[in-house]
T-cell receptor
Framework: KNEVEQSPQNLTAQEGEFITINCSYS?????LHWLQQHPGGGIVSLFM???GKKKHGRLIATINIQEKHSSLHITASHPRDSAVYIC???????????FGKGTLLTVNP | GAGVSQSPRYKVAKRGQDVALRCDPI?????LFWYQQALGQGPEFLTY????????KSGLPSDRFFAERPEGSVSTLKIQRTQQEDSAVYLC????????????????FGAGSRLTVL
């Protein structure tokens, strides 16, 4: 079993829909990242969380440390949101990131 | 520079050829990481530098892989005698401080170098 599991693997939505991507992890962590990767492009860090909730524009990220679970929400989705969204965790003081396999989001106009 | 710069962006190599991939981190960033991302997979850790010191190379898949950061800034990942299974995107990331990416210590990724071994 992977230490970081994301669901769903693939998600197709219509423009304007509310999107939720989930991340569960099985190890103790000090922080969790949500990252965005466009096809052929590099990785952009969206959020880094260690507790609670963060919001940036139409993106919201939450984390529940006790339940070892995080969610990324996109409100009023748009075709330009189409990308792979990756969850990655930092274990304690370990500098290594452990990545999930990503969720491919396609938003159709 | 403003971001993490990687070159080349694309490299096609014949099996058995040696390749070198370059990473220019953000100026002043202490920590530098290399990751390997196979098609359809999440990135996998390869190696970590703190300034010029390679503190962890446990993720390097074989002794054909070698990384260096001699002056604590630019880093090079070298792959000798490339094999088809080396085909992947190689990502470099850097962060300002010498501890793990948490709190305010943001990790910035480069666009990656896509290696295709024929």
């Amino acid at each position: 079993k992977n230490e970081v599991e994301q669901s769903p693997q693939n998600l197709t939505a219509q423009e304007g829909e509310f999107i939720t991507i989930n991340c569960s992890y099985s190890v103790g962590i000090s922080a969790l990242h949500w990252l965005q990767q466009h096809p052929g492009g590099g990785i952009v860090s969206l959020f880094m969380l260690s507790s609670g909730k963060k919001k940036h524009g139409r993106l919201i990220a939450t984390i529940n440390i006790q339940e070892k679970h995080s969610s990324l929400h996109i409100t009023a989705s748009h075709p330009r949101d189409s990308a792979v969204y990756i969850c990655a965790v930092v274990r304690g003081s370990n500098y290594k990131l452990t990545f999930g396999k990503g969720t491919l989001l396609t938003v159709n106009p | 520079g403003a971001g993490v710069s990687q070159s080349p962006r694309y490299k096609v190599a014949k099996r058995g050829q040696d390749v070198a991939l370059r990473c220019d981190p953000i100026s002043g960033h202490v920590s530098l990481f290399w990751y390997q991302q196979a098609l359809g997979q999440g990135p996998e850790f390869l190696t970590y530098f703190q300034n010029e010191a390679q503190l962890d190379k446990s993720g390097l898949p074989s002794d054909r892989f070698f990384a260096e950061r001699p002056e604590g800034s630019v880093s090079t990942l070298k792959i000798q005698r490339t094999q088809q299974e080396d085909s992947a995107v190689y990502l470099c990331a850097s962060s300002l401080r010498d501890r793990g990416p948490s709190g305010a210590n943001v990790l910035t990724f480069g666009a990656g170098s896509r290696l295709t071994v024929l």
